[in-house]
């Protein structure tokens, strides 16, 4: 494909952006991140259950007996709302989405204009700077910026590209600043499934789903031989009937079909997302929820949680006799304003420091959290580094410890500024060997007012807090101390956890993390997953990106980088930390009412099969018609149990799903399979008529029934 010859300082021209849309040369229409409407109600309407109510009611209507198709009218309303909570929950997504999906920064007639992703045309120059997620295939033009493809390759070591190297779309910046011009636009992409606002999926791990499917599997193997057994029993054996046998066989099998449990489950989960966006919370994965109702473990950064994450400067101290201060100011603000980093510090100290002298400047090394540290070499003035003494100077920085600390307890941050007449060594990436210290910066960000709430709502629900900054642990310690967290004396400098084994043993004994590379944010993850605990991971930068792949469920500020917001499954749209103890009582709310519901809907569904299965060895005809399952199912079962998902509960989930209904339903349907067979035997002494028989079935099932949902009201 022809390309334009298109300049990296002007972009393209409006005209030719409007001919590369006319030849359709552009990324397209973003992906649906939801279902449709209509596959919304496909999935509705064809489903197992569905499939073999419709086939029920046609046998039933071969007997003329329209009163015990009623179980039909059932499925429909089942479906009915089944489809409007779904509907009303993919709108609340879709409008939700609109306002956190990614922006691309194009040039164009020599202007930065940001667009739509689904507007980038094929030969558009895209400004990107750390944390952008790449929309589209482009070949670096101008500058240079350190890529994570992991996303989309697996590897997580940060690739250094220059002028000519390509970007693959779904790779995001983790450093560094550059114009690249787009190579390829739509299904041409790398990675097309990543295509519009290059999100990843990540597959759902729902143990709710898996236990739902195994049931539907289960009672759909063992409906049809027990049907046909009870039909031929009833119409071939006892010489009943065909109307008698079909209905009294229908009679069975409608009560082994658990069809509500699907629709409370989908209807449960629709109303949570819905609930949740009055929060400000976009739920990017439905099943992410369940997730929220088990987490015991949440780590989380100090920037933009605990603190405001508005950085000022407080004090400049010199350590050298060599330079003015003056002069020290002035490296400051030629290193910032060459980098022209986004982040709150680099913002602070332009503040602080805002008359730029305009130096020549050589390379660049951008700041990433892996480095922690970014400098400047210039032509004339040689090379300046700002960032934690401990990963510039190493070793030698122990001397300098005294004064880092006390700024530190009194919760500041502290930077220090180091030179070297020679540049960067090995690949430009690299410290000169020569480097020494000018001066030290002392930061401070203040503490967010719902701070000491917030953290004590964890406290009082036993869910422990691990604070993971890249921050002098002391300093963060010290914060997380002002802030109310407990156990916040508790810290360890990152630093000192060399390997997989030192790092599980800090996570089950330290709260505070302090100076952790990203690499390391993910070993915290997996070392709490590996000790049992279901992990939630908040963050908003690329440095949050690998962790937050790897929790249960991730959730990110909608105010941070394009990567953090992809990668996660819910996104906080007005980035307040303080929305998360409502966020996690949802989840709670939501997933024990759903538990306690489907226990009384496989009672049900237990009691029949069973029941079932014994009336092919009892010779007696089976006692409940359709109609009369229909109407005890809807007055014990179908509306308690929407009663029931719509209570407060903040307990947090524990064992398995499966295990727990299947705990709490046993019991009950096996006394209610006792006392039909305990009716069967008074029947064949006493003699009574079908009918009453029937009759003192339904009621003896309905006032247990009565007792079982009394009892799985009780907390």
Known sequence: MEHLPTDAETGLSRSEVRAQIQRGLVNGEEDIKTQSIGQIIRKN?????????????????????????????????????????????????????????????????????????????????????????????????????????????????????????????????????????????????????????????????????????????????????????????????SSASYSQSIISTVGALVGMIPEGLVLLTSVVLASSVVRLSFRNALVQELYSIEMLARVDTICLDKTGTITEGTMQVDELHSLTDNMTEEEIRAAIAAVTFTLQDKNPTAEAMREKFPEDPGWEAISTVPFSSARKWSGVHFSMQGTYVIGAGEFILGKRFNTLCPQANKAAEKGQRVLLLAHSDQPFQGDGMMLPDDIEPLAMLFLSDRIRKSAYETLQYFADQNVDLKVISGDNAVTVANIAQKAGLEHANQCVDATTLETDEDIRNAVRKYSVFGRVTPHQKLQIVKALKADGHTVAMTGDGVNDVLALKESDCSIAMASGSDAARTVSQIVLLDSNFASMPHIVAEGRRSINNLQRSSALYLVKAFFSTILAVCFIFIQSQYPFEPIQFTLVNALTIGLPSLVLSLEPNRERLHGKFMLNIIKKSIPGALTMVINVLLLEAIQSFMHFPQAQLSTAAVVLTTVTLFMILFRVCMP
């Not at 039933?60 to 429909?76: E, H, R, Y």
């Not at 922006?103 to 980038?120: I, M, Q, S, T």
């Not at 779904?170 to 636009?185: D, L, M, N, P, Y």
């Not at 999926?201 to 027990?226: A, F, Y």
Request: charged content about 20%.
């Open 45 to 237: 309407i064809i489903t197992p259950f569905n499939i073999l109510n419709l086939i029920l009611g046609a046998l039933v209507l071969t007997t003329g007996s329209i009163k015990n198709m009623l179980f039909l009218g059932v499925a429909l309303c089942n479906t009915v709302v089944g489809c409007i909570q779904e509907i009303r929950a993919k709108q609340t997504i879709d409008k939700l989405s609109l306002i956190s999906s990614p922006k691309a920064h194009v040039l164009r007639d020599g202007k930065l204009w940001e667009v739509p992703v689904a507007r980038v045309v094929l030969d558009d120059i895209l400004q990107l700077t750390s944390g952008n997620q790449v929309c589209s295939d482009c070949v670096v033009a101008a500058g240079s910026c350190e890529v994570n493809e992991s996303l989309i390759t697996g590897e997580s070591d940060p690739v250094v590209k220059h002028p000519g190297d390509h970007l693959l779309s779904g790779s995001f910046i983790v450093s560094g600043t550059c114009r690249a011009q787009v190579e390829h636009v739509g299904k041409d992409n790398y990675a097309a499934k990543i295509t519009g606002s290059a999100k990843y999926v990540k597959k759902p791990d729902s143990e709710i789903m898996r236990s739902v499917n195994l049931i539907i599997k289960v009672i759909g193997i063992v409906l049809v031989p027990v049907g046909l057994i009870l039909f031929y029993k009833a119409f071939v054996t």
